[in-house]
Nanobody, 127 residues
């Protein structure tokens, strides 16, 4: 059974940090581009970051550039999103997703490209 499970969310004060993890089971992440998305209450889901299979390409939402870092450990079948200098506007449910169709050196923040999704983890940034 193909499954993605996010963890690492929580409540953090503005300026704080969190590391989100995405664990894959039932398939090998080596063959998939991975993306992180988020959805805040009353807002559309947006792409936050993605990383290509080869790790050559990464992309970030403009508002998180310089604060968030995506990485992957294919040997552990894990993907991570390190988030620093968190702001209240980063509050959302964060999802990881897997895309089989993209080339090894490409990733995109278009949610329609991703076939598999996790259930999400809540990140709340508040004082």
């Amino acid at each position: 059974q193909v499954k993605l499970v996010e963890s690492g969310g929580g409540l953090v004060q503005p300026g704080g940090s969190l590391r989100l993890s995405c664990a894959a089971s039932g398939f090998t992440l080596d063959y998939y581009t991975i993306g992180w998305f988020r959805q805040a209450p009353g807002k559309e889901r947006e792409g936050v970051s993605c990383i290509s299979r080869s790790r050559i390409s990464t992309r970030y939402l403009d508002s998180v550039k310089g604060r968030f870092t995506i990485s992957r450990d294919n040997a552990k079948n894990m993907v991570y999103l390190q988030m620093t200098d968190l702001k209240p506007e980063d509050t959302a449910v964060y999802y990881c997703a897997a895309d089989r169709g993209s080339s090894s050196a490409f990733c995109a923040l278009a949610s329609g490209r991703y076939e598999y999704w996790g259930q999400g983890t809540q990140v709340t940034v508040s004082s």
